[in-house]
């Protein structure tokens, strides 16, 4: 292959680094990314980890939802949904950096999560309208009816943990934007 059919396919030939300026937009972007996706982790935490925040009638103290609202009510339960998956993004990065470095690689990355943010968003307000479609008073209710979001983000997270450790955007990055 030559230099020129490499360069349909990335915006430097791979004898060359790319530009230092390129580097740090991309790289500013994905901390962009990450801190947006930290606050929204920390968003989600208080809104489907801690129902009763903001309604009154607290279930019973003993009990496993009361625990659960109470644990993540206040840091370092508060924070810890957050932290994990910033260091989980941390350790994904540094091991695609590792093993196989990409020129669109902080791009990728910064995409999966902005990615994710509005996907998740999209199935927490589908699965908020079938619940009150269901006629079901979500706030009396006396058991942790967070958990279809919960489960909603959980995979979503999965997909993200997974699309960032096998770089499944970084070919049509390539393509698209060289």
Known sequence: MTSIQRNEY??????EPPPVTEIIVRFIL?????????????????GLLVPWDIHPGRPP????????????????????PATLVWLINLIL?????????????FLEFAAISFLFIILDLLLIMIVTVILN?????????????KIPGIICTVALLGLLFWGKWSGVLNGYLRHKLS
Do not use: K
């Open 30 to 46: 994905l901390i962009f990314a990450w801190t947006v996706l930290f606050y929204w982790m920390l968003g989600l935490t208080e």
């Open 133 to 145: 479609l269901t006629g079901i008073d979500i706030v009396t209710i006396n058991f942790y009816h």
């Open 61 to 80: 103290l003993g009990t496993w939802s009361r625990a659960v609202n109470d644990f993540f009510e206040t840091p370092p339960g508060s924070w810890l």
């Open 10 to 15: 990335s915006s430097f030939n791979e004898t």
């Open 93 to 105: 990065l540094l091991y695609r950096l590792l093993s196989r470095p990409e020129s669109f690689l």
